[in-house]
């Protein structure tokens, strides 16, 4: 996983692309490690005309489309499933337009060493929440409560209120999935913090 990280960071970087770790590993990193097999990267994109050139530069680099997933009620090119031919049935999903707040998220993520020579930018807590709040389904995605829960208990005032104001955004630019999220951050707070 370390060498198709390696790998993945070296050709966005290759191709000036602004990205941040968030999913299952930023998780890990901001709290305590778990098992994920696949990779999660935010991109910062104005549009999805550079979302799908940076792909198309990719597939040049040795990676294939697995899935593509459109934001509904943006019409946006949302999430882009990759694999790399060096690491077979591992994805890298490109999230560009998933919650509508990528940029925010790729501007607030801080660098963090995972390994030598291996620093990356890493998702906020507040991001991280926000992002697991808008994807959590106990019925299909267990695990993101778990994560919800792991991140609560690290999380700072300030992580609250990012992911507040970030949840905000997300209503704001059309991809709550329907959900009144706050509303949904506060109770998972009442319920998952001890």
């Not at 990759?82 to 890298?92: D, N």
Request: charged share 25%; with cysteine; net charge negative.
């Amino acid at each position: 996983m370390i060498e198709l990280l390696r790998r993945a960071l070296g050709d966005l970087a290759s191709l000036r692309a602004r990205y941040a770790l968030v999913g299952g590993h930023a998780v890990s990193v901001r709290t305590e490690p778990r098992f994920t097999r696949g990779l999660d990267l935010a991109v910062a994109v104005t549009n999805d005309r550079e979302a799908e050139a940076l792909v198309t530069a990719l597939g040049s680099r040795g990676y294939r489309i697995v899935a593509i997933v459109e934001q509904e009620a943006t019409g946006r090119l949302a999430t882009v499933r990759l694999e790399h031919g060096s690491a077979p049935g591992v994805m890298v999903d490109l999230l560009f337009a998933t919650a509508g707040i990528e940029a925010e998220v790729v501007d607030g993520a801080t660098t963090v060493s995972l390994a030598p020579e291996l620093a990356l930018p890493v998702a906020s807590v507040g991001h991280l929440l926000a992002l697991k709040v808008l994807s959590i389904d106990d019925r299909t995605r267990p695990q993101d409560r778990l994560d919800v829960a792991a991140l609560l208990r690290t999380a700072t005032t300030d992580d609250l209120r990012i992911a507040r104001h970030a949840l905000s955004t997300i209503h704001d630019r059309g991809c709550d999935r329907g959900r009144d999220l706050p509303t949904w951050f506060e109770r998972l707070q009442r319920e998952l913090t001890p």
